[in-house]
C-alpha cells in the first residue's frame, strides 16, 4: 500500500497547522509550501478540500489564511486517509467496478462480501467486493473468480486502515517544538 502525494501533503499541512503556537494564529499556504518544498499550487487544491471536509478554517481578506478546524486530537488519521485517498484498488480485483467505495452501512463498518459471502469487519470504512463470477470480464484476471489472494489482500488493507485509525494528529506531534523549529 502506497499513499498518494496528495494524502502525504495532506497530513503534512495538517502537522503545519498543529504547531503553531497559537492555535488561532493563521497561516499561509505559501508558507506551508515553502517549509516542505512543495508545490504551492498543488497544496492549495489540497488546503481546499481539507477546508471543504472541515479540518482547516479559512479566512479571507488581507489579513487572512488558515488554521485547524479541529483540535489535533480530534482529527484521526485514518478517517482523514479514508476520505481523501482516491482508491484502495491494492490488486486489479478491487478495482472499483469491483467496488472498494468510500461508503459506510449502519454501523460504519468495514464489510467485505467475499465469493462466500463471509463479513470481515472493522472500523469506519466500508468496503464491498461483489460476486467476481460475474464481473470476471471486466477485471482480466483469469483466476480472479476463485482467487484466495485477494482475501489475504483484503485483511491487509484492512490492519493498515485499523493501524491508522489508531492515531490522531496529536498522537503525532508530541514532539511538537522539534518539528516547529524544522518547520520555520
Do not use: W
Not at 494524502?7 to 505559501?30: E, F, G, H, M
Not at 488581507?62 to 486517509?81: E, F, H
Not at 464489510?111 to 469506519?124: G, W
Amino acid at each position: 500500500m502506497r499513499l498518494t502525494n496528495y494524502s502525504d501533503y495532506a497530513l503534512r499541512s495538517l502537522i503545519y497547522l498543529a504547531t503553531k503556537p497559537d492555535p488561532y494564529l493563521l497561516a499561509n499556504i505559501s508558507d506551508i509550501a515553502d517549509s516542505y518544498h512543495i508545490s504551492k499550487s498543488h497544496l492549495t487544491k489540497i488546503i481546499h478540500q481539507l477546508g471543504q471536509l472541515g479540518y482547516i478554517d479559512s479566512v479571507r481578506g488581507k489579513n487572512g489564511g488558515i488554521r485547524l478546524a479541529l483540535a489535533p486530537k480530534d482529527i484521526n488519521l485514518g478517517v482523514l486517509i479514508k476520505q481523501i485517498e482516491p482508491d484502495f484498488n491494492l490488486v486489479e480485483c478491487f478495482a472499483t467496478d469491483l467496488s472498494v467505495t468510500p461508503k459506510s452501512d449502519s454501523n460504519n463498518n468495514l464489510v467485505n462480501i467475499d465469493s462466500s459471502h463471509e463479513e470481515h469487519i472493522a472500523k469506519d470504512v466500508s468496503l464491498t467486493l461483489v460476486d467476481e463470477v460475474a464481473q470476471t470480464a471486466r477485471v482480466g484476471c483469469v483466476i480472479s473468480p476463485v482467487c484466495q489472494l485477494k482475501q489475504v489482500f483484503f485483511e491487509a488493507l484492512t490492519a493498515f486502515i485499523a493501524v491508522l485509525e489508531g492515531y490522531t494528529l496529536a498522537d503525532i506531534i508530541t514532539n511538537k517544538d522539534e518539528l516547529a523549529a524544522l518547520l520555520s
